[in-house]
């Protein structure tokens, strides 16, 4: 097996970016602060030791800004709610769930015929015998949007609200690791698997630079 490409999405300053692995050595090159540590980062995050965590920084300020849109959209649909509009105020609330970002790691494997393919019994969506390619997808997400701009929008309602200071406090209760299999000839055709199955697929070990070094 041999992982081939690393999708990522909305993590930090990685907007969107798709690296492909090399079957040997994969170098990432670029200046400070252009996201090489942060790609690194992002591995570990959802395949390192288990007590670590994503933070509300992991995403960027742009997409802080979306969740912040989607907490007065959200109101907004409340508002038309109490005014018996019910349709405007449905379209705002799919609006408002739209806005509230995720940040995913979407990764290929491929495999041949002479390979364990006991691992991947879990994660082969497809009976085309031509393909020999799998999708893990690992995500952070909010599984019930509703509840999290429900409460995020009660919480402004108070005096001496503090938007930032909330998410980071609340984060956790709401933005949670998943992770799936998805058909790499139909993106629509998904299933959830569990960090174990995902793990037993790739490993994940790190060797961080030593900057200090004496005699």
């Given amino acids: 097996m041999q992982l081939t490409h690393a999708e990522v999405i909305n993590f930090r300053t990685l907007e969107r970016v798709d690296v492909r692995i090399d079957p040997k050595a994969t170098l990432i090159v670029g200046r400070n602060n252009s996201g090489k540590t942060s790609f690194v980062n992002f591995f570990e995050k959802f395949f390192g030791e288990e007590d670590t965590r994503f933070v509300l920084e992991d995403f960027s300020t742009c997409r802080i800004a979306d969740i912040e849109q989607a907490r007065q ?20 609330l799919a609006k408002a769930y739209d806005l509230v970002p995720a940040i995913q790691l979407v990764l290929t494997i491929q495999y041949t015929e002479d390979d364990d393919l006991a691992p991947l019994t879990g994660v082969i969506l497809d009976l085309d015998d031509t393909c020999f390619e799998v999708k893990i997808e690992a995500a952070l997400e909010v599984a019930r949007p509703h509840d999290f701009l429900k409460d995020f929008w009660s919480a402004s309602q108070r005096e001496q609200f503090d938007r930032i200071k909330w998410l980071r406090k609340n984060f956790s209760d709401y933005f949670a690791a998943a992770y799936r299999a998805v058909s790499p000839l139909h993106e629509n055709v998904r299933k959830e698997i569990k960090r174990g199955a995902a793990e037993s697929i790739l490993s994940v070990k790190f060797v961080y630079a030593q900057t200090k070094m004496d005699d």
């Fill in 73 to 92: 959209i959200f109101g907004e649909a409340q508002s038309h709610a109490g005014r018996g509009d019910s349709a405007t105020s449905e379209d705002l």
